[in-house]
């Protein structure tokens, strides 16, 4: 979106121009600069702007008169004033005027990439429908979701229409199923992409916490507070906030949760303003939550409002033929991450693990890859190089330190004993090598 | 790649260590060489008494100056609590495809907002303020996905929700920019 969306900026201070261009240009839109009003309308005049951030006061054409033109030339372009305090009811009429907004400077970052990613939103809004009928099907940014199978594929399936809608979500699924993968799915795949998607994992959420965590405070609500702290629905606004074992919340926070879903809005803690919060809510839990609602444990007003789509995530156990692909995938990540060549599995190897159980779903393969390849031999992976995959005799439990040991000496022999080569690989410094090797007494084996 | 390194200076009163462990993640998340020292620049001449802040833009501009030329990104480390005149603060900023950056950790921390320190948070969250800055430098622009730590963030509990790593997007992205 971003990448196609113009912001003119207009302003006489030099030290405005210039910050406001360097935040625009690391946000991915074209800016561009113009230092009074005349200059503007002459840009104005040879391209269109999407987004015009004029000051009120500027010497020569103030801000107001610069708008009227502005709208003369392109009607479509998003005008937003810049004032001081001073100068707020000139902003008012600027607004009556058809202006978008107005914004006093100096602006909480906060405050700013709000404002420019709603009016965005809205230019993207317009060019999206007329562009509907192009549009292709593809789900963006899902790289780490893998499968190939129909159960998982159903899933994609539903992340997509679902993704489309505002409906709230539950996702259900045993833990290592990757539920937040899939809510982070929808939320990229929707239009609320652009604002944040916000995670709370309620099972660690003590109910003493939860209201300035929740919705946050103002600044000298408490001692010590100097600055606003924004809530987790506020942060939420314009995108998704998450709620991660949402089976494991209180009956006081389930009332807490209700209330804010209903209303949208809350107070912050110290504050007497109605915060109001346009969020998308998904869940997730590996519990079942209509077995709580009928022992009690949950509120069923509650669950309904949270239950308007639900999407099950399958367990391995019920898409076995998706265990080569995340093999693969895991060996790629990790191997990568270790800067190491990727290396190949052993057919006998996959074999076992295609019989496995894996109870700890995606999550197990993971861990498992992933100690493969450092307790491997670098060349491919093995059976042996899975706890599975050693035999009884073979039953000494391996400390953590005999783990590095290994690992450190399969990279040194790797580099030669190349010190800066091995350490770069290791991802650790030089010195911290050096302390290894000596406390493990290392030395090049000669051949 | 081109052969780059990276240079962090501190202007703050920050612990060795702590400086060390810093540098030792940026080199593995950038995978280039990076150096430490101390500040060669008195920050007081920064200091707007109007709004009790540091300058951000005048800092980053005298640090650009001041920077060596060529392949090294240089990013400065503060304590204090920076500005820049159109916002009320910034956790850092930097030069766009340039040479230079600056992080500060004075809005980082918990205590700004009344809650426990939290020494390992403060930690991480300048951590990514480091590498999202430095991820600037580079010409990387802020990032959609929701964990990549090249996602924009104005709170710091924006900070929090995101990983201190660039995603694959982000990563593809640096490595072409870089050849
Ligand atoms: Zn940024
Ligand atoms: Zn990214």
């Known amino acids: 979106m971003a990448d196609k969306i113009s912001i003119l900026i207009v302003d006489d201070e030099e030290s405005v121009r210039d910050s406001l261009y360097n935040w625009f240009i690391e946000d991915g839109y074209h800016v561009d600069c113009a230092e009074n009003a005349k200059k503007a309308l002459s840009i104005v005049e040879s391209k269109n702007f999407d987004i015009i951030l004029a000051d009120i006061k500027m010497p020569g054409m103030d801000g107001l008169e610069m708008h009227r033109r502005i709208k003369s030339i392109n009607k479509d372009s998003i005008v937003i004033v810049m004032t001081a305090f001073a100068s707020v009811d000139t902003a008012v009429q600027a607004l ?82 990757g539920k937040e993968l899939i809510a982070r799915a929808i939320h990229s795949n929707s239009s609320r992409k652009f604002f944040p998607m916000v995670t709370v994992h309620c099972g660690a959420l003590s109910e003493d916490l939860l209201e300035s965590e929740l919705f946050g405070h103002e600044k000298g609500a408490f001692t010590g507070a100097m600055f606003n702290r924004k809530g987790r629905f506020e942060m939420a606004d314009g995108g998704t906030i998450f709620l991660d074992e949402i089976g494991t919340i209180s009956p006081k926070m389930q009332i807490e949760l209700l209330r804010v879903l209903e209303s949208k809005s809350f107070v912050r803690v110290g504050g007497n303003k109605e915060i109001k919060s346009d969020f998308r809510v998904i869940c997730a839990t590996n519990r079942d939550l209509k077995q709580m609602v009928e022992e009690g444990n949950f509120r069923e007003d509650l669950f309904y409002r949270l239950n308007v789509v639900n999407i099950r995530i399958p367990p391995i156990r019920e898409r076995t033929e998706d265990i080569p692909l995340l093999v693969d995938y895991f060996i790629k990540k990790y191997c990568t991450s270790m800067s190491r060549d990727v290396i190949p599995i052993d057919p006998a190897a996959l074999n076992r693990l295609k019989e496995h159980e894996f109870p700890g779903n995606v999550r197990e393969i993971e861990n498992m890859i992933e100690r493969a390849i450092v307790v491997g031999n670098g060349k491919a992976i093995r059976l042996k190089d899975f706890p599975m995959g050693k035999n009884i005799i073979d039953s000494s439990v391996e400390s953590l330190d005999e783990l590095e ?43 | 790649m081109k052969k780059q390194s990276i240079l962090l200076i501190s202007f703050g009163h920050f612990e060795n260590d702590f400086l060390a462990k810093i540098a030792d993640h940026i080199a593995s998340e950038f995978l280039l060489p990076v150096q430490f020292e101390e500040n060669p620049l008195e920050v007081n001449e920064f200091y707007d008494p109007t709004r009790r802040q540091y300058d951000g833009n005048k800092i980053l501009k005298k640090l650009n100056s001041l920077s060596l030329q060529g392949d090294t990104k240089t990013l400065g480390l503060f304590e204090v609590d920076l500005f820049i005149p159109v916002l009320t603060y910034i956790f850092g900023q930097a030069i766009f495809k340039g040479n230079t950056g600056i992080a500060s950790l004075y809005r980082l921390k918990n205590e700004q907002y009344g809650m426990k320190p939290d020494e390992k948070l403060l930690f991480d969250r300048f951590e990514k303020v480091i590498i999202h800055e430095l991820g600037h430098t580079f010409g990387l622009v802020h990032c959609y996905s929701p964990v990549c730590v090249m996602r924009s963030s104005t709170y710091v509990e924006d900070i929090d929700q995101k990983n201190k790593k660039l995603c694959m997007k982000c990563r593809t992205e640096i490595e072409r920019l870089e050849l």
């Open chain 1, 96 to 177: 009556k005027d058809g202006a978008y907004d107005y914004i006093t400077k100096p602006f909480d970052p906060d405050d700013l990439s709000h404002l420019i990613r709603n009016a965005a939103k809205q230019i993207s809004l317009t060019t999206e429908n007329e562009a509907l009928k192009e549009k292709v099907i593809s789900l963006e940014n899902i790289e780490d979701i893998i499968g190939q199978s129909e159960a998982m594929i159903n899933v994609l399936k539903e992340v997509q229409s679902v993704a489309q809608t505002n409906s709230s979500v539950i996702i259900t699924g045993e833990s290592g199923t």
């Open chain 1, 405 to 447: 040991k290994k690992h450190i000496i399969q990279i040194l022999n790797k580099y030669t004993w190349n010190i800066s080569r091995s350490a770069k690989a290791l991802k650790v410094d030089r010195v911290t090598l050096y302390n290894k090797i000596k406390r493990y007494g290392l030395k090049p084996i000669k051949e």
